[in-house]
């Protein structure tokens, strides 16, 4: 009955994962949307695995389509490049397909790990390590995928829907949000199997005897085909099964228990505890927004007209292009003027040769030269203008190969001293100067994990320039889990077409302080924001745990934590089972374990 039942439904989720996938797998993947889609894969691979490791190949292909389709729109934008002639809408389909495969593949390694212990490791592991086994290896899965060139982008791991569990990232990053999302499948799987099959356990499955021979329903651990295990014995293995089920459940849940005590809005601007700091994004009216080459005059000019407003002014990414150091050295000069007159600090980010970086002379490159793209920090120090220097470091893939150099620096951090504001009251400046920690990533710099900065950032400097909403969207979110991450506010300056803009990260509440208009023409926009103050003026906020553990360290401690005390839980539930009638045999494990 349960192989005609199994077999009945696969049909079902076989249609399934093709509208899933595109559902699914956007630029911000959402949580409920990917678990479902895991859930689904599940059911399916417990099949299709038992017929050949060649049976994925059809599955692989039909998640590549559907997220190919979910992103399509995006990628001719992404390709397009300054200094690349648009691609076709056949380049951009091959190449999305391309990259898609390589990602549904990847995404397919913890179902077929989960299939081999499943099948030849059973004995060996505990109920509630078998059910763990998916969700753990998902998570350390997407870690190691984390590192490639693209980074998070365009990964499974959800960027949207993950309220319940965005308070872990300052503590282990996007590890229990990946892990949270297969964990949820596991649960759903189970509910499904509970449904079509009568026992959410895998206990009982289809075995593929020899060619010519009837397929009976056996237990892993059986004597070979033919063997059917008593009811009484099976139906007490699953009660561990069952136990683990609702552990797991249990867990997810209390894991989102916190998020409901955090406050969706921002941290108060203006309190004992708070530094209030006025930030600004250039964003000229005029300027082109299909290429980075706006005149060097507009940016001035709009610097000049927000600057009063603001402390600290950031320009998109490649805002102006410098052809030799002497123009980039005449810019500044002028950025000087703003800054010494108002005690304003400016991020003027900019394209120039890469071999012009630190160079003293004045001779002009030629145009086949790598293109540095970089961002300036100006002080108002009349003495020492220039705060940092920092160069992108990761490229958009296909097209900035070439000429776009990549620099290999890790990101900056500079501590300023902000005086106080002149409508403060005098009572209220004595502790004034404030320390506010700065550093810098540049666009696609968030997609992989900020390194190790010696102190905590107040406040990361993130000009970008995306070319479509969706990418803004996705990349935006991105730079507020890093800023999550190492606990700091990452002002967003985006300079692209249908640009998104605002300051994200942490404190900012769940949507950020700003989100500016989703299309063309936002212009400039300057907004104030507080700061978590310790109330020294030498002394910075502590990192945090992610930030100030071991690359590796805060995933592995918590999935450590997981497996333990869910396996100790499980322990106990076991002593309850057997010490005689209770709970676990005439409540929920026996109705759930119990076969139909």
Not at 54 to 70: C, D, N, Q, R
Not at 312 to 339: C, D, H
Not at 477 to 503: F, P, Q, T
Request: charged share 15%.
């Amino acid at each position: 009955m349960n192989r005609a039942r199994h077999i009945a439904a696969q049909p079902y989720f076989n249609a399934l994962v093709l509208p899933l996938s595109y559902v699914a797998l956007s630029l911000t993947p959402n949580l409920p949307s990917v678990s479902l889609l895991l859930a689904v894969l599940i059911f399916q691979t417990t099949d299709i695995l038992d017929r050949g490791f060649s049976e994925l190949v059809p599955l692989t292909f039909k998640l590549s389509i559907g997220s190919t389709l979910a992103k399509l729109y995006a990628w001719p934008m992404l390709m397009s490049a300054p200094t690349f002639s648009p691609p076709t809408t056949r380049e951009s389909f091959i190449f999305s397909l391309f990259t898609e495969t390589l990602c549904s593949a990847l995404a397919l390694i913890p179902l077929w790990v989960r299939h081999l212990v499943r099948r030849h490791g059973r004995a060996a592991l505990a109920p509630w390590f078998r059910i763990t086994l998916f969700p753990t290896v998902w998570a350390l899965n997407w870690v190691t995928a984390g590192g490639s060139p693209s980074g998070r982008l365009g990964s499974w791991t959800p960027l949207v829907g993950d309220e319940a569990y965005r308070w872990t990232r300052p503590f282990v990053g996007f590890v229990a949000i990946d892990f949270a999302a297969a964990g949820w499948a596991e649960v759903i799987a189970g509910l499904a199997r509970l449904w079509i099959l009568g026992s959410p356990d895998e206990e009982v499955e289809e075995v593929h005897p020899p060619h010519g021979q009837q397929a009976p329903l056996v237990d892993h651990e059986g004597e070979g085909y033919g063997s059917v295990q008593p009811a009484q014995q099976q139906q007490q293995q699953r009660k561990p099964r069952s136990n683990s089920l609702l552990i797991l459940a249990a867990i997810l849940f209390l894991l989102g228990v916190p998020s409901y005590q955090i406050s969706p809005l921002p941290i108060p601007t203006y309190s004992e505890s708070t530094t209030p700091l006025s930030v600004a994004c250039v964003l000229p009216p005029h300027r082109s927004l299909n290429s980075s080459n706006t005149p060097l005059r507009e940016y001035i000019a709009e610097t000049t007209a927000v600057a009063p407003r603001a402390k600290i002014v950031l320009w998109p990414e490649g805002a102006v292009s410098f052809r030799t150091s002497a123009e980039r050295k005449e810019a500044i000069e002028l950025l000087k003027n703003i800054t010494v007159g108002n005690k304003v600090w400016i991020g003027m980010s900019f394209e120039d040769s890469a071999n012009n970086e630190g160079d003293e002379g004045e001779g002009k490159p030629a145009d086949s030269e790598p293109v540095r793209n970089g961002m300036a920090l100006i002080s108002p120090d009349p003495n020492n203008p220039v705060v940092f220097e920092y160069s992108k470091k990761n490229k958009i893939p296909n097209a900035e190969a070439f000429p776009k150099n990549p620099s290999t620096n890790n990101p900056p951090i500079a501590t300023i001293q902000l005086p106080a504001p002149p409508s403060l009251p005098a009572s209220e400046q004595k502790s004034y100067p404030r320390p506010i920690s700065l550093s810098a990533s540049i666009c696609l710099d968030f997609t992989q994990q900020i390194p190790h900065l010696p102190y905590h950032p107040d406040l990361i400097l993130a000009p970008a320039r995306t070319p479509h909403p969706s990418l803004g969207l996705a990349m935006a979110s991105l730079a507020a889990a890093r800023g999550d991450e190492l606990g700091a506010s990452v002002l967003w300056c985006d300079g692209g077409s249908g640009a998104v803009n605002g300051v994200y990260g942490y404190g900012r509440g769940s949507r950020g302080l700003l989100v500016e208009e989703v299309g063309n023409g936002g212009g400039s926009w300057v907004a104030t924001f507080g700061v978590p103050y310790n109330g020294r003026k030498d002394e910075g906020r502590p990192r945090t745990v992610y930030a100030w553990a071991i690359d590796g360290v805060c995933p592995i401690f918590f999935l450590l934590a997981i497996l333990v005390g869910g396996w100790k839980v499980e322990g106990i539930f076991e002593r309850w089972n057997n010490e005689g009638p209770g709970w676990g045999d005439h409540g929920f494990t026996n109705g759930v374990g119990g076969s139909v």
